[in-house]
């Protein structure tokens, strides 16, 4: 009974700033890898960053630089960070992390529902 849920999205202007939060409650032993994915409408879905148990991070070209990925393990918790908005930044943004839900099950990704980013003047 693993949830993900993301939020704080929510209409902007450009060259605005916002923070999305992804948490995951449940039955939840361990989570490893996170990351955060955003799908505008009628294209394809885009790797935006990924952040590891250990705090290592990686990003896409497109928001390095504006974006910061980082995550509070106590709190089973991921955040996106997101500096100098543009228009082409609107879309749906989710979060994926791989969970671990007890000590003796292999663990798996999970996926949550998205929160809504809409960049414009």
């Known amino acids: 009974q693993v949830q993900l849920v993301e939020s704080g999205g929510e209409l902007v202007q450009p060259g605005g700033s916002l923070r999305l939060s992804c948490a995951a409650s449940?039955?939840?032993?361990?989570?490893?890898?996170m990351g955060w994915y955003r799908h505008p409408p009628g294209r394809q879905r885009e790797l935006l960053a990924s952040?590891?148990?250990?705090?290592?991070?990686n990003y896409a070209d497109s928001v390095k630089g504006r974006f910061t990925i980082s995550r509070d393990n106590a709190k089973n918790t991921v955040y996106l960070q997101m500096n100098d908005l543009k228009p082409e930044d609107t879309a749906l943004y989710y979060c994926?992390?791989?969970?671990?839900?007890?000590?003796?099950?292999?663990?798996?990704?999970?996926w949550g529902q998205g929160t809504q980013v809409t960049v414009s003047s």
């Open positions: 994926d992390a791989v969970i671990t839900v007890s000590r003796s099950a292999p663990p798996r990704a999970y």
């Open positions: 449940g039955s939840i032993f361990s989570i490893g890898d």
């Open positions: 952040i590891t148990r250990g705090a290592v991070t």
